[in-house]
């Protein structure tokens, strides 16, 4: 299979921030919402498809657009940091679903709702068209937000993820090559959660449902990956959702699989427990101690 991202000059600034608003929603199922955002700047939005992550700035209630340092450019991390958080951006990851040209510039998210635990939860089930948001996204196509990159010499690629990683695997498999072997897991709370995924590949598509069974959502997932049978080859994993599950599977694909570990990319989209500002400061106090250690 060919998969080696297409060569670009490096690129001076593969990232900025887009002032973008809603332009309509769209309910997908129980948990999933389509929202469509619009804005002049989109012209100059470049997703490189696949798992193209970006970060999502949302307004506070009370305010009409997210306070973001945009002027800070590159710098914008510490000085957004520095602010005050009950006026500052609230800050989240999310995926491109899918970018259009025409009839406009337009890209879709969709959110998995889980009700009002999470400020971008709540924010979108409320999203009116109008509403304001900013957004750090790619300028350039090859860029260091996509993290789906099988090296050349994978004959075969395992796909899982739950609500949260189902816009990257639909952006994935509605990449991948012609006939590309794929085995795919996605974890969905509800039947009706289940969607048509277009792909040219050869995949072979299991969905979980969490409302079918009473399994904890790790050893769910896990029954269902470890009873496989797995095509002979070498494989390539990516394998994203809740960081607890993504690490026993990890755990199980590389010790019990076999799987050359630089060969399972592997992402906790979220974590049980912990919101994302959470999350965010762990990391930074993480590369602090590192670089500390040298
Ligand atoms: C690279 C990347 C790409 C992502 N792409 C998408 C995407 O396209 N669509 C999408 O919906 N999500 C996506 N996510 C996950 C999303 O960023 C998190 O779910 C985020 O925590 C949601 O923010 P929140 O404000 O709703 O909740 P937070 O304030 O971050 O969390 C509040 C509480 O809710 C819990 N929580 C967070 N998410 C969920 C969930 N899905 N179900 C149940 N409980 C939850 C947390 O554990 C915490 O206890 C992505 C994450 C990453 C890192």
């Known amino acids: 299979m060919s998969t080696a991202a297409p060569e670009a000059p490096a690129p001076a600034v593969p990232f900025q921030f887009f002032d973008l608003h809603v332009v309509r929603t769209r309910r997908l199922g129980p948990t999933m919402l389509r929202i469509t955002f619009g804005g002049e700047g989109l012209r100059d939005f470049t997703s490189g498809g696949r798992d193209q992550r970006f970060k999502l700035f949302l307004p506070h209630p009370g305010q009409e657009a997210p306070v ?13 940091r520095a602010m005050d958080p009950a006026v500052r951006g609230i800050m989240r990851s999310y995926t491109v679903r899918e970018q259009r040209r025409v009839p406009h510039d337009e890209i879709d998210i969709d959110f998995a709702l889980h009700g009002d635990t999470g400020p971008a ?38 796909l899982s993820g739950d609500e949260t990683a189902l816009p990257a695997i639909a952006g994935i498999l509605s990449w991948l090559p012609l006939g590309t072997r794929a085995k795919v897991w996605l974890e969905v709370p509800h039947a009706d959660d289940i969607q048509e995924l277009p792909t040219l590949a050869d995949a072979d598509i299991t969905w979980l449902v969490r409302d079918n069974t009473e399994a904890h959502r790790t050893d769910f997932v896990l029954g269902s ?65 590192a670089s500390a250690r040298g």
């Open 121 to 158: 939860s709540h924010w979108a089930a409320r999203a009116l068209p109008g509403d304001r948001v900013t957004v750090l996204g790619p300028a350039v196509p090859d860029n260091g937000g996509v993290d789906f990159r099988p090296p050349a010499g994978t004959d075969w690629v395992l």
């Open 68 to 80: 973001v340092p945009t002027e800070a450019g590159t710098e914008w991390f510490p000085v957004w």
């Open 225 to 289: 990956v470890g009873a496989a049978q797995l095509p002979a080859g070498t494989p390539y994993a990516w394998i994203a959702g809740e960081a607890g599950t993504v690490k026993q599977l990890r755990r199980h694909l590389v010790r019990e699989r076999g799987f050359d570990r630089r060969a399972v990319k592997f992402t906790g989209y979220w974590r049980l427990g912990s919101s994302e500002e959470q999350l965010v400061e762990e990391a930074v106090s993480g590369a602090a101690q």
